[in-house]
């Protein structure tokens, strides 16, 4: 430990690169900690659903068009904050949202915790996990 500081003062690009790296791994860990809070495989998703689980897509109303999950509802992303109005009788039901890549709804569900479902799930990776996966989407269904 004696030698930290010479080595410090004799190598400061390392020293900084060094720093600038353990920077970027702290950060990367802590958004992909927010990204996946309370997050659901396409699996899980389908078996909650299959229990009565409410699915709510917040992508925009032409994406829901153009193929949803079946059986989701269109849900802006702006009226989370009032789903306590909209959604009271699923409050103590499972609720999962979903959207495009997963950020948004992972924002979505810390709502809804914040307002009391104690239930609510992301489906992780958003729609486009699930269309990795290999999972169908519908267009007959309107919200």
Known sequence: MDKLPEYVANHPWLVAIAAVALVVVVV???M???????????????????????????RDPESFA???????RHMDSADILRATE??????????????????????AVRVLAS???????NLRGGLATWSADGLPLTQDEKS
Not at 98 to 105: L, P
């Open 28 to 30: 990367y860990e802590i």
């Open 66 to 72: 153009a193929g949803h999950i079946n059986g989701a």
């Open 32 to 58: 992909a900690r927010r990204d996946d809070f309370a997050s659901i495989s396409s699996q899980e998703l389908i078996r909650l659903q299959n229990g009565g689980a409410l699915v709510l897509d917040l």
């Open 115 to 121: 307002q009391g479902f104690g239930q609510a799930f």
């Open 86 to 107: 909209k959604l009271r009788k699923y409050k103590e039901k499972p609720v999962i949202v979903y959207c495009k890549s997963g950020v948004t709804g992972a924002s």
